[in-house]
T-cell receptor, first 109, second 112 residues
Framework: GQQVMQIPQYQHVQEGEDFTTYCNSS?????IQWYKQRPGGHPVFLIQ?????EVKKQKRLTFQFGEAKKNSSLHITATQTTDVGTYFC?????????FGDGTTLTVKP | GAGVSQSPRYKVAKRGQDVALRCDPI?????LFWYQQALGQGPEFLTY????????KSGLPSDRFFAERPEGSVSTLKIQRTQQEDSAVYLC??????????FGPGTRLTVL
């Protein structure tokens, strides 16, 4: 079945620095979703990408889906302390979702 | 409006006990998912319902795990004869027709 791998596992940044997490698959994905999970919380949907090469922005967050639909990235510009949490990518195929193990972001004020 | 709710939020069970975890999805959401999340890992798919039909249960770890959604709304995940390795957070999510999933707060199960 499809698997998605995320790197890095952890990222610690100074407030104001940029942050990027990457999601990779050995197989072509029909879609990619990104979720954020705050410490002690549950995953919250951020966005879904479905088209090859697609780029979507949400304020300081930029999401990309690779041309081959095998990788994706989430980039945060000028991180804030409110950005702390674990960012998961996932992909759904015939109702079954597969998630990466996430990148945990910590931000030093 | 109300989101996905799960109960209980915390459950401590002795090894060998049966447990039942409840999920109330968002009203009108056709799809319902159960996941198991271990510490430091992403959610692991357990099973998926579309209305009352269980379309995929390939992620259930063993025949001790059973899920149902008899009326296409509330769902129950039952674990029989719990083992220590069953300790995890169990997440429920519901979804309208797209792939966006709304997660509940989870049930943290600890098996002693």
């Amino acid at each position: 079945g499809q698997q998605v791998m995320q790197i890095p596992q952890y990222q610690h940044v100074q407030e104001g620095e940029d942050f990027t997490t990457y999601c990779n698959s050995s197989t072509t994905l029909s879609n990619i979703q990104w979720y954020k999970q705050r410490p002690g919380g549950h995953p919250v949907f951020l966005i879904q990408l479905v088209k090859s090469g697609e780029v979507k922005k949400q304020k300081r967050l930029t999401f990309q889906f690779g041309e081959a639909k095998k990788n994706s990235s989430l980039h945060i510009t000028a991180t804030q302390t409110t950005d702390v949490g674990t960012y998961f990518c996932g992909s759904t195929n015939a109702g079954k979702s597969t998630f990466g193990d996430g990148t945990t972001l910590t931000v030093k004020p | 409006g109300a989101g996905v709710s799960q109960s209980p939020r915390y459950k401590v069970a002795k090894r060998g006990q049966d447990v039942a975890l409840r999920c109330d999805p968002i009203s009108g959401h056709v799809s319902l998912f159960w996941y198991q999340q271990a510490l430091g890992q992403g959610p692991e798919f357990l099973t998926y319902f579309q209305n009352e039909a269980q379309l995929d249960k390939s992620g259930l770890p063993s025949d001790r795990f059973f899920a149902e959604r008899p009326e296409g709304s509330v769902s129950t995940l039952k674990i029989q004869r719990t083992q220590q390795e069953d300790s995890a957070v169990y997440l429920c999510a519901s979804s309208p027709v797209r792939n966006e999933q709304f997660f509940g707060p989870g049930t943290r199960l600890t098996v002693l």
